[in-house]
């Protein structure tokens, strides 16, 4: 059984910064990409960033160069540092890992964290 475990959401006032991590427990035998996603109600769940398990990086546009994802895999997490946050960055923070407990890589997620910029 895996699990995954976020932490760092809150209300921020804009051009703050928040930093979002993830962490996976359970019968874990190797991690491949990592994510971040977001939610608003009444929207589909959107890609904010990801990293593969060779630290290469993507990113949505609207957050290219205020948000930075990186991952500790000694500790199976992943980081997401928010800066100069907008008020359209509000949302549901969910994180995503591909995880194989066995031979087979599946997607586990987080329970999402909110994140709140105010104006």
């Known amino acids: 059984q895996v699990q995954l475990v976020e932490s760092g959401g809150g209300l921020v006032q804009a051009g703050g910064s928040l930093r979002l991590s993830c962490a996976a427990s359970?019968?874990?035998?190797?991690?491949?990409?990592m994510g971040w996603y977001r939610q608003t109600p009444g929207k589909q769940r959107e890609l904010v960033a990801t990293?593969?398990?060779?630290?290469?990086?993507n990113y949505a546009d609207s957050v290219k160069g205020r948000f930075t994802i990186s991952r500790d895999n000694a500790k199976n997490s992943v980081y997401l540092q928010m800066n100069s946050l907008k008020p359209d960055d509000t949302a549901v923070y969910y994180c995503?890992?591909?995880?194989?407990?066995?031979?087979?890589?599946?997607?586990?997620w987080g329970q999402g964290t909110q994140v709140t910029v105010s104006s």
């Open positions: 995503k890992q591909e995880i194989a407990t066995s031979l087979v890589f599946l997607a586990y």
């Open positions: 359970g019968s874990i035998f190797s991690i491949n990409a």
């Open positions: 990293i593969t398990s060779g630290g290469r990086t």
